[in-house]
């Protein structure tokens, strides 16, 4: 049975806190706090390594959502050094799905962590995304 902790309640935050941050600036502090420095990032989109590489995809679905944010859907469920959780983009400003139907882009992702509760590795998976990404 997975057990839920701080721990990886945590690392989640920090996730969509780099996903989310405004500007290059603040998401490269972000993904720092995130990810350990040789972390990694990995779905059918992207597979990158390394603070500047995880910066650049989330610069660049910024650019192509612009006025999106990621929530999670659901709870963090993690053991050891492991977590997974569900999320979706949906309207900044209202916290809906864009065109108020169903997210865009909508995904799970499980992430490995090191001793310090930074991300390792996120392997992510698409459940949903648009027919021109």
């Avoid at 405004?22 to 059918?44: F, H, I, N, R, S």
């Avoid at 995809?57 to 910024?62: M, T």
């Amino acid at each position: 049975m997975a057990e839920r902790t701080d721990r990886h309640e945590n690392a989640a935050a920090r996730y969509f806190a780099a996903w989310n941050a405004a500007g290059p600036e603040a998401v490269a502090k972000a993904v720092a706090a995130a990810w350990a420095p040789d972390g990694g990032y990995t779905d059918p989109l992207a597979d990158v390594r390394g603070h500047e590489q995880i910066a650049a995809v989330i610069a660049a679905a910024h650019e192509q959502f612009p006025g999106f944010v990621i929530r999670p859907l659901g709870a963090v469920d993690g053991h050891h050094d492991t977590a997974r959780f569900g999320w979706e983009l949906v309207n900044e400003a209202g916290g809906t799905p864009f065109g108020g139907g169903s997210a865009p882009v909508a995904g799970f992702d499980v992430i490995t962590l090191d001793a310090e509760g930074r991300i390792r590795q996120v392997l992510g998976f698409l459940d949903r995304v648009p027919a021109d990404a």
